[in-house]
């Protein structure tokens, strides 16, 4: 099995949104089964050229799995600097894994929640707190960022490891279930990228009509069962 793990550091106007001209991407982690090797390089973090750094990330996409946490902020954020994953590549999202582990009682679960639920250590650093502090990507310090970015890394790979262990004594319709969730990433990133005309207006109008029909609805269930505490 050859897989990749990801995870991308960025500019952080509107919580590093993709779809925010004002961002740029500023470092790429990853660590690659076949090289076990992890890997940080640059992007847009100073005035370097980063065309090669691109081209070798591009490469490095030969394999059976991309392994990121919350997978379409990072696919979408390759997608911006050109880099597609490709088809034949199986999407491997360690937060919706998490979800569907926990029979989806955990909702948007962290990285350092995920990491504590296997038994390992959270981030490393102070990154954290320059973003808290209002400091942008490019004036956190390199060797820093590089740490914090290597640690996302190493914390998700060894995840990675444990839930790929963990799938394997899934039932077959449970783990079709996942890897078609995770498939859906490409969908709504697609969406997300091209946009969506959206009447909002008439969207507003016609959730007054579904407002008042469910009223109506809980109204006869409420004259079925009486006045239990029941939330249907």
Known sequence: MRYIVCDVETTISNKGNPYDSTNKLCSVGYYNSELDKCVVLPIEYDDSFFGDHLSRIRDSLVVDYFVAFNSKFDVAWLRRYGINIPKSCVIWDIQLFHFLSSNQSVAYPSL??????????????NVSGYWDA????PFIPWDELERYNIQDVRLEKEIFIKQYEEYLTWSIPRR?????????TRVLQEIEYNGMVYDVENSLERSKDSLSLL???DKRLKGLCGEFPINF
Request: hydrophobic share 35%; glycine share 16%; proline share 0%.
């Open 112 to 125: 350092e929640s995920v990491a504590a639920h296997y038994g390992f250590d959270g981030k490393l650093g």
């Open 134 to 137: 209002g400091v942008d990507t």
């Open 176 to 184: 079709n279930l996942f890897i078609l969730q995770c498939e859906d």
């Open 215 to 217: 009223e109506g609805l």
